[in-house]
């Protein structure tokens, strides 16, 4: 029998769901998953590989990945990303005048943390007696999202419907509504019954939620200051 490999374990506080886990770095098995999402021009190709490499990993949780906050799922790849292949990520970006030219910038991983923002609040107030209760957007709901790449999809019916999937209670003054009593038209009727004023403070509600947020610059062809915001997981590849 061929001896066994001892990896090392490492522990990560998720600031949302306030859980420590613990996972290991990744091997030749989960890079060669990782290289495939990296390849993969499909967000849900990406998703599924790095899925897979994040179970892999995680070491004595019941945490489940496809229920956490999303950004938690990516912080937790990021940090085995970290740990496995090494901290420093190298990106490309194209020239702002001349697409010819490629502009290096490199990254350490290992910095990059959940952005809580102060006026985050899962809880909205429509009116003085009527309001939503937000949970977060999690891995589940964004792959279940038809993409906005296929045909007759339409980008603002995507974001209502994360919205839709986003709530977890409705409330007034007598009584609080549990959205799984009721159906995805009922819900979708309540939203669309909103008033301007009413929906502004809803994507207000997103707007504000914690991101994993890392900023880059470099200087153009004219010796311009390019600045660019990182915050979403593709951008890290």
């Not at 923002?117 to 309001?131: A, I, R």
Request: net charge negative; charged share 25%.
């Amino acid at each position: 029998m061929l001896p066994k490999i001892q990896q090392p374990i490492f522990s990560l506080f998720l600031p949302l769901s306030k859980k420590t886990i613990k996972y290991r770095p990744m091997v030749v098995r989960e890079e060669k998953m990782l290289l495939l999402a990296k390849e993969s021009k499909e967000y849900e190709d990406i998703i599924n590989n790095v899925a897979a490499v994040v179970n892999n990993c995680l070491v004595d949780t019941d945490i489940n990945i496809w229920s956490i906050p999303l950004v938690e799922f990516e912080y937790i790849f990021i940090n085995i990303r970290a740990r496995s292949i090494g901290s420093t990520i190298n990106l490309k970006y194209y020239d702002t005048y001349d697409r010819k030219i490629t502009h290096d910038v490199e990254i350490d991983v290992s910095k990059i943390k959940i952005e809580i923002p102060e006026s985050f609040n899962p809880k909205v107030m429509l009116s003085d007696n009527l309001g939503i209760t937000f949970k977060m957007p999690t891995l589940s709901m964004t792959k279940d999202l038809p993409s906005t790449a296929q045909e007759n999809i339409n980008v603002v019916d995507v974001s209502f419907d994360v919205i839709r999937s986003s709530i977890d209670y409705i409330f007034d003054s007598e009584e609080i509504y549990n959205v799984s009593d009721y159906s995805e038209n009922e819900l979708s009727d309540f939203m669309e019954s909103l008033s301007v004023e009413s929906f502004a403070k809803v994507e207000t509600f997103f707007k504000n939620l914690p991101t994993l947020k890392h900023r880059v610059s470099f200087k153009n062809s004219k010796g311009e200051d390019v600045n660019i915001e990182l915050t979403r997981l593709e951008d890290f590849f």
